[in-house]
């Protein structure tokens, strides 16, 4: 399909813990392979496969090490191939992660910088100097690490992962390409890492704010640059190239740019990327008049260059939602353990549930997470010995990181790690009652939410709900959140009284799991519903 990205419903695949082909404890391509089945029957357009190029896995991967090579870990370059074109065959797109800020510190270029010392052309590829600044990295602790000969480097992540210097010819040439080289072997597209982060201030000035500081994200002198843009002219000319090779196949560029809406929207005008990440849409607490500001923000924003607006509720890198929203007040930020309060289960997937429906229910491209469709809370009681995000060590052991939403997926309740791989184990420990939420067992239940997000998607695309208009039917300040899209309403009752269903309509979808004849015909708090709503009823 012509512009299939704009409305289309892309899956995470985190390729460390979907699925274990050989036993070794950790999630590879030929895993990812033998269960694109699954995705093809959840009714995704896409996926998106975090990194599994060559690396050290310093930062499981966000540490790439040769951007045209596949990681031992996870398989080869046949596998990948075989990987795609069995997605293909499923009618599904594959996007791939691109990243491009750093390299890791074990990759040739910065191995050569290393050994040619302070001016030389291999140092410049990188972002060296003889002082550093007062810049904090985002995982923690100064965002310069100092070399034997004195120079200091620049790393916006962990020292592993050294920041390259978008001014060098070398570097534009490499990224070229790389895009390339995937683009020959027939990915649909990039997820771009760290998209706003490319270009720094060239006066180097000091700021010691937290990058993810709002204050920060507006004007921290390595954020959003305008310099980023041209990059991203001329990566699109490429992928313009190649989509006009085969028109029904448009090649696809998203940004993961963690900046305000009217920022991020400068990623994707009409010659640069086609989609960029909604985190202000993530971190929107569980609140109506929050939900529909951010809504409606995005869609005027995002309609007036000409793109979609994308929506997400969780990624490898935040606690996943069914525990995020289980807690009445607080928000976690940066994992939770289990000395930390702990969410509330039966309230985090019942709000779980109602924010996808809702999600699902706007116009746009949204994005899943791998293990969202099972309503998987977060691992939060996982001794931290088994700890491996940069983050714990990097901030002293104050924030448990992001391990806790990487945990492998849980397939089959009675087999050895929950049907993941086999005798092997788990890389990161999978919770003992990962059990309950196995595949297998919601296959079978009509009301899991593996069951809810099949029929969500599949009423999705019959409905067309990616496209069209958006229309309010509640007052601004509302707790329950009301629409119109084409034929269907939605209601939304973000903890508000019960809202007696308009008579005369039928259900098509709700985020509850109970039977709805047994229930008053009202939509409860903490539940969305989608209505079909009859003309006369209009
Ligand atoms: C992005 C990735 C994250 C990674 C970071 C550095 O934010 O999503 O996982 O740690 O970039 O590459
Ligand atoms: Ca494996």
Known sequence: MQDWWRTAVIYQIYPRSFADSNADGIGDLPGITERLGSLRSLGVDAVWLSPVYTSPQADAGYDVADYCDIDPIFGTLDDFDQMVSRAHELGLRVIIDLVPNHTSSAHPWFQAALAAGPGSPERSRYLFADKPTDWLSVFGGSAWTQVPDGQWYLHLYDAAQPDLNWHSADVRQLFEQVLRFWL???????????????????????????????????????????????????????????????????????????????????????????????????????????????????????????????????????????????????????????????????????????????????????????????????STQMPDDFRQDPNWVRKNYTEKGRDGARVPLPWVSTAMAFGFGGMGGTWLPQPADYESYARDLQEISETSTLQMYITALTRRRELGLGNGELTWESEPGSRVLVFRRGPVRIICNIGGQPWPLPSGTEVLVSSRSEPRSTRHRAVEADECVWLLASPSNG
Not at 333 to 356: K, N, V
């Open 184 to 378: 020959d072997r027939e990915v649909d597209g990039f997820r771009v890492d760290v998209a706003h982060g490319l270009i720094k201030d060239p006066s180097f000035p000091d700021f010691a704010d937290d990058p993810l500081s709002p204050h920060a994200k507006l004007s921290a002198p390595y954020w959003d640059q305008d310099g980023v843009h041209e990059i991203y002219r001329s990566w699109r000319a490429i992928l313009d190239s190649y989509t006009a090779q085969d028109r029904s196949r448009p090649r696809v560029l998203c940004a993961e740019a963690n900046v305000p809406v009217p920022r991020a929207i400068r990623y994707v005008r009409p010659d640069e990327m086609h989609q960029a990440f909604n985190f202000p849409y993530l971190n929107t607490p569980w609140s109506a008049p929050a939900l529909r500001r951010v809504i409606e923000e995005s869609l005027q924003q995002y309609g007036s260059v000409g793109a979609p607006a994308t929506w997400v509720l969780s990624n490898h890198d935040v606690v996943r939602h069914a525990s995020r929203l289980g807690y009445p007040d607080y928000q976690p930020t940066g994992g939770i353990g289990a000395d930390d309060p702990q969410p509330d289960r039966e309230l985090g997937l019942r709000r779980a549930r109602a924010a996808t429906l809702l999600m699902l229910a706007l116009p746009g491209s949204a994005y899943l997470y791998q293990g969202e469709e099972l309503g998987l809370p977060e």
